[in-house]
Each structure stands twice: as structure tokens, then as C-alpha cells.
């Protein structure tokens, strides 16, 4: 459990700076009159899930899992984070007239734990090793 723990504020400590640019990007596009809340929360969410995969290889998964397999795998995971802040910036700003910088706050709340279970137990969890048996089973 405490390895888990340490792992999870590892994550915490890496999301941190992908939701820095995540969130810059966001208010830039928003404030500058460039794209509206939702379109503006997806570019730093890309922005951000590209800081996120170079750091959580590293720091917070140590994985072994070569680039050409975590990669696609990365993409697949942010891709349902990317489709789940997309629908949640679009009810919150769009259905309920929240502030976007609110509605954003809450998408990440959720976002975050999808993220870190998904890498965690999917994206850079160990390769399955096969295991040789000793025995050899019977020709019939």
C-alpha cells in the first residue's frame, strides 16, 4: 500500500506540471478570444498528455515497456481522458453555464483517477513474462 501511495503522488507530482500547461494553454486560448472553454480545454489536454507520457515513463511507472508498445497505449488511455473532458466541459460550460476555469477544475478531479489507473495497470505495467514449466505434458 505505501508503494502505491508513493507511486500516486509521484503521478500527482507529474500531473502538476502537465495541468501547468494544460491550464495555460486553456486560459491563452480562452482569454485571447481564440477558442471557446471546450475546444480550448482539449488543446491542453494534448498539450499536457505530451509532458505527461515523457515524465510518467520515467518518474512514476519506471517502465521497461518499449516506446513503440507504451506509446499506442498511452494515446488509447488519454484518448477516453480526452473524450471524458470533452463531455464534461460541454454539460458543465454548454448544458449548466458553469465558469470554464470551474468546469475545468472538475473534468480534471475526474480525469486524473482514469489516467492513473489506466497507465498504471494497462499502460506501463510490467510485461507478463512466460513461464516455462518444468513439466511436460503428455503425448497422446
Known amino acids: 500500500m505505501a508503494a502505491l501511495a508513493r507511486q500516486f503522488l509521484s503521478y500527482v507530482g507529474v500531473s502538476l506540471a502537465a495541468l501547468a500547461v494544460h491550464y495555460a ?3 491563452i486560448l ?3 478570444g481564440r477558442a471557446d472553454p471546450v475546444r480550448a480545454a482539449l488543446a ?3 498539450a499536457g498528455a505530451v509532458i505527461s507520457y515523457g515524465l510518467n515513463r520515467r518518474l512514476t511507472y519506471a517502465s521497461a515497456r518499449p516506446h513503440a508498445e507504451a506509446a ?3 494515446g488509447l488511455v488519454a484518448a477516453i481522458g480526452f473524450g471524458l473532458t470533452w ?3 460541454a454539460v458543465l460550460t454548454r448544458g449548466f453555464g458553469l465558469p470554464y476555469f470551474a468546469a475545468q477544475g472538475l473534468a480534471t478531479g475526474v480525469v486524473v483517477f482514469w489516467n492513473f489507473l489506466g497507465h498504471r495497470l494497462w499502460t506501463f505495467s510490467a510485461r507478463p513474462v512466460p513461464v516455462l514449466s518444468d513439466e511436460v505434458p503428455a503425448v497422446r
Do not use: K, N, P, S
Request: proline residues 0%; charged residues 15%.
Open 44 to 46: 491542453g489536454y494534448l
Open 30 to 32: 480562452v482569454e485571447t
Open 72 to 74: 499506442w497505449r498511452f
Open 25 to 27: 494553454v486553456l486560459v
Open 87 to 89: 463531455l464534461i466541459m
